[in-house]
């Protein structure tokens, strides 16, 4: 998983903001409706207060409006948006005044507005809006026998929720009762809509939206450019480590270490630290084959005299073998210094080595002709130039370890069948390619990709062999990346022998012919 999945899901702990805010909400609507029951109770309770023991006051004519002082009681104490009705022991209603249609005033216009009215499509489908397109007739029922009005003329405040009749709106009533010294005349009954508390509802949920909306947008921009610059660093520093490792394993350079004072700079300074280590360990290494073939010159060099002068010296006949063994070493050891100094060198010289451009035909045909290793050689060659830009030197140095790889490992007599070692060099593909092909056995399966290696040798031990360290593919591997291009060994395809192919970029630069 990427780091920028992870801080993603990070990210989704924001989620909880909505439903805070959600929870915030419907506690909000529960106190506003707790406070509009409050104050509507409040209203019939000072009606009905201002109507106590004035009977003279409730003598009127059921289903006129009321008049004089009456009026004036009624249109003072009455709310804005509420309609009040008095109904008296008889189930008659007395009077009747205001509106619930009054509609409410529009919101002032907030900060985050604009936001608003980007999620509104959005939330007017998951939210209802309140209307004043609903049926606000007074029913018979809730005056004959609604249990609102009949609580108060019982002698108890009461108040209750209901639908209009068409369902459309949710009504409030709260009653009150007008008492006439210890008897209860009439009751008061102010009815309201849930319409302003919807909308103050609905407003605040459609600003938690908006406010999660933009919470979820700066802070998924925040964490994602957050986690792209973790990640920049974390590549960065990957490249820097790929690139100072080349394909021999050698350090080519030392990154530098970040000044940064976190945990990634941290990683950086201690892999600008590894890698400095390795450089000097690798160097170590890379010339101690060079100081030691230099160093064991010197002891050679006295123990090859001392053999030389023991022979000028009378010695017992059985003497003679003893001698024989210690000089069949010496030369052994010589011949290990030797091609020690010589890796060392080549390592040394493809590094520095100028480069010219070459026809590899001419390379090619020059060092077949003197091959011999005992088996015989076929060279196929194209017509036309093969232009590469390289040393001429070291590629045909590259085929002559070719060649003697090639003969130390072709069947001999029958068993080869009279097969010539081939050497072929074509063109495709903008590269020259280099082919060696012999019959002889198939490659080990265990050194698959370790051939050209340094040090790694299939070859079997003989008793008095000439020595083998490992060395000839490897400084095949290094001319070959020298000249740009690759060596890979495979089998035929009938499982016959062998095939080394080097694959070099061509030349087509001026000169071309």
Request: net charge neutral; with cysteine; proline share 6%.
């Amino acid at each position: 998983m990427s780091l920028r999945v992870q801080v993603v899901l990070v990210a989704l702990v924001l989620a909880v903001i909505p439903l805070v805010g959600y929870v915030h909400v419907k506690q909000m609507e529960k106190l506003l409706r707790e406070g509009q029951e409050q104050a509507l109770l409040a209203t019939a309770r000072a009606i009905a207060t201002a109507l106590h023991d004035r009977p003279q006051l409730l003598e009127l004519r059921a289903g006129q409006p009321a008049s004089g002082e009456m009026r004036l009681i009624l249109q003072s104490l009455s709310r804005a948006d509420s309609r009040i009705w008095i109904v008296d022991q008889n189930q008659r209603l007395l009077a009747i005044a205001g509106d619930l249609k009054k509609p409410s005033p529009p919101p002032e216009p907030g900060p985050l507005e604009f936001a608003v009215r980007l999620v509104r499509p959005v939330t007017n489908y998951l939210l209802e809006p309140p209307t004043q397109d609903f049926d606000d007739a007074l029913p018979e029922q809730e005056i004959a026998s609604g249990p609102v009005a009949a609580s108060a003329l019982q002698g108890v405040p009461s108040r209750r929720w209901r639908q209009s009749p068409d369902s459309r709106a949710v009504i409030l009533a709260a009653s009150y009762p007008v008492w006439d010294g210890e008897q209860v005349v009439a009751a008061v009954v102010a009815e309201e809509t849930t319409n302003r508390i919807r909308s103050v509802y609905n407003r605040a949920m459609e600003q938690v939206v908006a406010v999660t909306l933009i919470a979820f947008v700066l802070g998924a921009l925040t964490l994602l450019f957050f986690a792209s610059r973790l990640s920049t660093r974390l590549r960065r520093l990957r490249d820097e480590a790929e690139a100072a490792i080349d394909s021999q394993g050698r350090v080519t350079r030392v990154i530098a270490g970040s000044a940064a004072r976190d945990e990634i700079g941290d990683l950086s300074r201690s892999v600008s630290t590894m890698l400095a280590r390795l450089a000097q360990y690798t160097s170590y290494l890379e010339n101690m084959a060079g100081r030691l073939s230099h160093e064991l010159r010197t002891p050679v060099t006295v123990v090859r005299s001392s053999l030389e002068n023991l022979k000028l010296q009378p010695l017992p006949p059985d003497a003679g073998v003893y001698l024989a063994r210690a000089n069949d070493g010496l030369k052994r050891l010589d011949t290990i210094l030797t091609r020690m100094s010589e890796a060392t060198r080549l390592e040394q010289l493809v590094r520095k080595e100028e480069r010219e451009r070459f026809d590899a035909r001419e390379v090619v045909r020059g060092c077949a002709s003197g091959y011999s290793f005992g088996k015989r050689f076929e060279v196929d060659v194209p017509e036309t130039p093969v232009w590469l830009n390289g040393a001429p030197d070291l590629y045909a140095q590259m085929l002559d370890k070719l060649a003697a790889n090639a003969a130390d490992f072709s069947y001999g007599g029958k068993e080869a069948g009279d097969e010539p070692i081939r050497i072929r060099l074509d063109t495709r593909d903008g590269h020259a390619i280099l082919t060696v092909s012999n019959r002889g056995p198939r490659l080990p399966e265990s050194m698959a990709g370790k051939l050209f290696e340094s040090m790694v040798s299939v070859r079997p031990s003989k008793s008095g062999a000439e020595p083998h360290l490992g060395l000839g593919l490897y400084i095949v591997r290094l001319i070959a990346e020298f000249h740009g291009g690759t060596a890979r060994a495979m089998d035929r395809e009938d499982g016959s022998g062998v095939v080394v192919k080097v694959r070099t970029p061509l030349n087509s630069g001026s000169g071309s012919q």
